[in-house]
């Protein structure tokens, strides 16, 4: 069955370094992956996507990374702050783009 | 149009008690996806609209659950006869639909917890 598997320990860092979060897929190949960011009691937000001919995408502080050959998807924070905290999903469509496949989640924590 | 709505925000109920949660797309969306996420956990996919057209049923949509969206603007999730393990938070989104993996607009969810 299609997997998707992000670190699911909560990563600490110091507030200023650049935080790197890892997606890894099994038993598919996805044309996009999605990132998101989610608070406690809310609601995913979408942050980034990234087609499988790219091999990065940045916005602001955020890069993305997709390695089709390892099966792999790397989230890059820099200069992270505390009010970067929250929970980050890695997600991909799940052919004809009916439904997305989440991870997890990896737990950010970044303190002062 | 600020966002995908969703209501209620909490839902407490009595096993064995019907409910039904509504959720309101960002009104230009044509594709509305209804998620249900356990702590600890992502979202998990459960039903797939485009336009009035239900297109996709997760297996973890039993029997009791129900969706509906008449006139491909809002939609209702309804879980008849509900058991504890129903409780979870319970996602609505919504997209754009155009060919490729558009990102989805989600609401604050609605978080049901069966007693």
């Known amino acids: 069955s299609q997997k998707i598997e992000q670190n699911s320990e909560a990563l600490n860092i110091q507030e200023g370094k650049t935080a790197t979060l890892t997606c890894n897929y099994t038993?598919?190949?996805?044309?996009?992956l999605q990132w998101y960011r989610q608070d406690p009691g809310r609601g995913p937000v979408f942050l980034l996507l990234?087609?499988?001919?790219?091999k990065e995408k940045r916005k602001e502080r955020l890069k993305v990374t997709f390695d089709t050959t390892l099966k792999q998807s790397l989230f890059h924070i820099t200069a992270s702050q505390p009010a970067d905290s929250a929970t980050y999903l890695c997600a991909y469509y799940s052919g004809g783009y009916n439904k997305l496949i989440f991870g997890a989640g990896t737990r950010l924590a970044v303190h002062p | 149009d600020t966002g995908v709505s969703q209501d209620p925000r909490h839902k407490i109920t009595k096993r064995g008690q019907n409910v039904t949660f509504r959720c309101d797309p960002i009104?230009?969306?044509?594709?509305l996806y209804w998620y249900r996420q356990t702590l600890g956990q992502g979202p998990e996919f459960l039903t797939y609209f485009q336009n009035e057209a239900q297109l996709e049923k997760s297996r973890l949509l039993s029997d009791r659950f129900s969706a509906e969206r008449p006139k491909g603007s809002f939609s209702t999730l309804e879980i008849q006869r509900t058991e504890q393990g129903d409780s979870a938070m319970y996602l609505c989104?919504?997209?754009?639909?155009?060919?490729?993996?558009?990102?989805?607009?989600f609401g604050p969810g609605t978080r049901l917890t069966v007693l």
């Open positions: 009104s230009e969306h044509n594709r």
């Open positions: 990234i087609r499988e001919n790219e």
């Open positions: 038993n598919y190949s996805p044309a996009y």
């Open positions: 989104a919504s997209s754009q639909g155009v060919a490729g993996g558009n990102e989805q607009f």
